[in-house]
């Protein structure tokens, strides 16, 4: 069935450094790849997403990329604060199903001061 | 900004209660999401409703219904809970299009 794969698992990176975390999808009808930051005791919420006719999109600290050929796409966050510390979701979406998104397992993200 | 409200944020139930959760949303959306979290398995959908008085069943169902009469709310039902619903549950809405999920804040609901 469809599958989300994200990794890493955990992430911890020094305040200032950069934060990569990635996400391969199994259906390639997928077309709508948002990503979700999830603080301590809230719900997910949306911090970018991308649709499949664009490769990156950015959103002054953060930004993510599209390869639909490999069927994998990442978030980029630069110049992190300890704010930025979370748990990160991606999800996959073929919108026409009525958005039902799949989601990868979740990063915890934690930025070191 | 758009309002997702679920009515409890932690309740403890015990094995065989049939067990009601409730999700409201204030911004008139046609499409609203049932999920559990775990950890290291992500969110999984439930059951999703894209209209009044419809339902679609998402990955895991079983032991599970949903019930939606209105517009703004979608329930949760656990018919018989059993321990191994003790979970994280999130509720989210939809506008119809191209459009992104909204998330309450979950309700944390341990099974004894």
């Known amino acids: 069935g469809e599958n989300v794969e994200q990794h890493p698992s955990t992430l911890s990176v020094q305040e200032g450094d950069s934060a990569v975390i990635k996400c391969t999808y199994s259906?390639?009808?997928?077309?709508?790849f948002p990503w979700y930051k999830q603080e301590l005791g809230k719900g997910p919420q949306l911090i970018i997403d991308?649709?499949?006719?664009?490769g990156e999109k950015k959103d002054q600290r953060i930004a993510v990329t599209l390869n639909k050929t490999a069927k994998h796409f990442s978030l980029h966050i630069t110049e992190t604060q300890p704010e930025d510390s979370a748990v990160y979701f991606c999800?996959?979406?073929?919108?026409?199903?009525?958005?039902?998104?799949?989601f990868g397992q979740g990063t915890e993200l934690s930025v070191k001061p | 900004d758009v309002k997702v409200t679920q009515s409890s944020r932690y309740l403890v139930k015990r094995t065989g209660e049939k067990v009601f959760l409730e999700c409201v949303q204030d911004?008139?959306?046609?499409?609203m999401f049932w999920y559990r979290q775990d950890p290291g398995l992500g969110l999984r959908l439930i059951y999703f409703?894209?209209?009044?008085?419809?339902?679609e069943k998402g990955d895991i169902p079983e032991g599970y219904s949903v019930s939606r009469e209105k517009k703004e709310r979608f329930s949760l039902i656990l018919e018989s809970a059993s321990t191994n619903q003790t979970s994280m549950y999130l509720c989210?809405?939809?506008?119809?299009?191209?459009?992104?999920?909204?998330f309450g804040d979950g309700t944390r609901l341990s099974i004894l």
């Open positions: 409703s894209y209209d009044v008085k419809m339902k």
């Open positions: 911004m008139d959306h046609e499409n």
């Open positions: 259906d390639s009808a997928s077309n709508y």
């Open positions: 991308i649709r499949s006719n664009v």
């Open positions: 989210a809405s939809r506008a119809g299009g191209a459009q992104p999920q909204h």
């Open positions: 999800a996959a979406s073929s919108l026409p199903q009525g958005g039902k998104l799949i």
